[in-house]
């Protein structure tokens, strides 16, 4: 029988704020276990929370970027379950009042597809309970206790493991883009849990979910909701019935096991919290965080593509990252030659930071530095090759250093002077007459052997275009 894949994301974005949620510990990834605790953090009696200011213009980013409608008046409530790493017996979360309500992500899966958000909430994060550090006792570490959180639940309104795959992406990317979250899965900032069931094409009624807990990377995703879409696909053909529960996915196995059985719902006993006071996003509030907000990848992406005529694979690969398009955007302000910039950006720049495993704030040339490269190659005074492959690294050694001046110092400046240029192309002929003959019969391909030879003799220094079109006359009339 065939089925339609019905699923809904609920994803867990660790903000990147300094302090805690309700408190000024540390919020920091790692450290010794429980060295980013306080009173507040242990809930010891007496504490009381304070809301992070910072979690909220957070919230509001993300709010703004996905066209949301942003909670003027919203308050804390208590969330309640026992568990040894949620030192208070609850969490405190949005229920009733969520941050942001409704608002929409854009995927590419293969079409341009609207994701619908049902809400996003604030909450803060549980400790972490360490199973294999003692063989016969289970570890507590609370340094992720209070890390502030906005948990992101969509509509079931994705129909494959891609799209899935596609939303985790792009919202990874624009949390990044945005500076409020740095999306790293595997140490935690980003986690996903799936709700995933199928139905018989053509059924409207939706049928029963699992949901499928902490998915660590964005390949998992795919990968387990491709695991569970069997497994459920397996038991209907079989005359057997889904059961509702929570299951967690073995990567090394690829399929999901049990967790637990859940109930139609959980009851969590919301409360509003009584130590929190009610906030609010107040008009002005919401004009200065909108006033600091960035112009988002889409925006970006269309002037690369109408204002600069870049190449959509340029423009697309320019604002997967902020840090490489503001690079990009300061780098264009020393030079005109907006494509050629493009290309070192896509080509020699992007190849160290690969092979350096670095980012773009890494790299040790200044936009204008690398802009007075490109002028050298765009004014013909140094070839792209040699520029890429001599001049650029020794740059990076010496950050501070005069291209220019360094380029005549490697000796790779472009020789223009016709008679030199002639004696190396005589010189190179001369030397393959055999090649000579044949170019002439018509294989013409072996011009590039030619200006090679010439390249070799002058030591790089001979500039390709004249060197071309000297051979190309001589050849012409041998």
Known sequence: MQYEVVIGL????????????????????????????????????????????????????????????????????????????????YQTSQNTAPILVGGMLKIKQPEEKGIAIHHVHLEEDAGKSIHDAEPNYSCIDLNR?????????????????????????????????????????????????????????????????????????????????????????????AGQKVVQQTRGYNADRDTTLPQRDKEEANDYRYLP??????????????????????????????????????????????????????????LITHTGHYKAAANWMLGPVKNWLNEQHADIGQFPLKPAALA??????????????????????????????????LAAKLGIVQNHDAGELEKWVDEALAAMPDKVKEYQKGKKGLIGLFVGEVKKRSKGKADPKITTQMLEQKLKIS
């Open 372 to 405: 007075s490269v490109i002028e050298l190659v765009q004014s013909d005074k140094v070839n792209f090759s040699m520029a890429a492959t001599r001049l650029l690294p020794k740059l990076l050694e010496q950050p501070e250093a005069s291209a220019a001046q």
């Open 273 to 330: 919290c009584p130590d929190l006071p009610p906030f609010t996003v107040s008009r002005n509030w919401m004009q200065e965080i909108t006033a600091s907000m960035p112009s988002l990848p889409e925006k970006v992406f269309a002037h690369y593509t109408t204002a600069l005529q870049l190449p959509a694979y340029d423009a697309q690969v320019l604002t997967e990252e902020r840090g490489m398009s503001r690079y990009f955007g300061e």
């Open 145 to 237: 206790a209070g890390v502030p959180l906005l948990e992101m639940v969509t509509e079931p309104v994705l129909h494959s493991s891609d799209e899935a795959f596609a939303f985790i992406t792009e919202l990874r990317k624009l949390v990044r883009w945005l500076g409020i979250c740095d999306g790293n899965m595997e140490e935690g900032s980003l986690r996903c849990d799936a709700n995933v069931s199928i139905r018989p094409q053509g059924q409207t009624t939706l049928g029963t979910k699992v949901e499928v807990k902490n998915l660590n990377s964005i390949r998992n995703v795919k990968r387990a909701i491709e695991a569970e879409v069997r497994r459920q696909a397996a038991l209907l053909d």
């Open 10 to 89: 609920e994803v867990h974005i660790q903000l990147s704020t300094r302090t805690k949620l309700f408190c000024s510990d540390s919020a920091a990834f790692g450290g010794e276990p429980n060295t980013h605790i306080s009173p507040v953090t242990l809930a010891h009696p007496g504490t009381l929370p304070v809301l992070n200011r910072q979690a909220v213009v957070y919230a509001v980013r993300l709010g703004l970027a996905l066209g949301s409608s942003i909670t003027s008046h919203s308050f804390f409530d208590r969330k309640h379950y026992f568990y040894p790493d949620l030192p208070k017996g």
